[in-house]
Nanobody, 124 residues
Framework: QVQLVESGGGLVQAGGSLRLPCAASGLTFSFYTMGWFRQAPGAEREFVAAIRWTAGITNYADSVKGRFTISRDNAKNTVSLQMNSLEPEDTAVYYC?????????????????WGQGTQVTVSS
C-alpha cells in the first residue's frame, strides 16, 4: 500500500532552518504531484507548497514564499521541504501528500494520500 513518511521535524529558534524529507513507497513516484500542508493547533490544515510530477513546476503559499523551497528526487522517491528564516507562526504539524498526475493545486481534497505528519515548533 502507499506510504508517505515524514521526518526532520523538531524544535528550532526563530530565524533558524529545518529540512523535512518525505519518503514515499507503494506508488510510481514520478507520476505523482507532491505537496506539503501544515496544521497548527485549533486551525484548519493549510497548503504550504507543491511540486508537479513533471517539469518541476512549483507552487507556494504566500506566507512561505522566499523562505521555503520544495524539491523532489525521483530516484530516491523523496520530496523535501527546506524551511529557512522560520517564524513562530510556522509552528505546526507538517504533512506530506500525493496526487496522481495532478497540477500543483492547493486544495486538500485534490490529494489522494497523506503521511502521519511531523511536528515543527519554532520558539521566539
Amino acid at each position: 500500500q502507499v506510504q508517505l513518511v515524514e521526518s526532520g521535524g523538531g524544535l528550532v529558534q526563530a530565524g533558524g532552518s529545518l529540512r523535512l524529507p518525505c519518503a514515499a513507497s507503494g506508488l510510481t513516484f514520478s507520476f505523482y504531484t507532491m505537496g506539503w500542508f501544515r496544521q497548527a493547533p485549533g486551525a484548519e490544515r493549510e497548503f504550504v507548497a507543491a511540486i508537479r510530477w513533471t517539469a518541476g513546476i512549483t507552487n507556494y503559499a504566500d506566507s512561505v514564499k522566499g523562505r521555503f523551497t520544495i524539491s523532489r528526487d525521483n530516484a530516491k522517491n523523496t520530496v523535501s521541504l527546506q524551511m529557512n528564516s522560520l517564524e513562530p507562526e510556522d509552528t505546526a504539524v507538517y504533512y506530506c501528500a500525493a496526487k496522481r498526475l495532478g497540477s500543483v493545486g492547493a486544495r486538500k481534497s485534490e490529494y489522494d494520500y497523506w503521511g502521519q505528519g511531523t511536528q515543527v515548533t519554532v520558539s521566539s
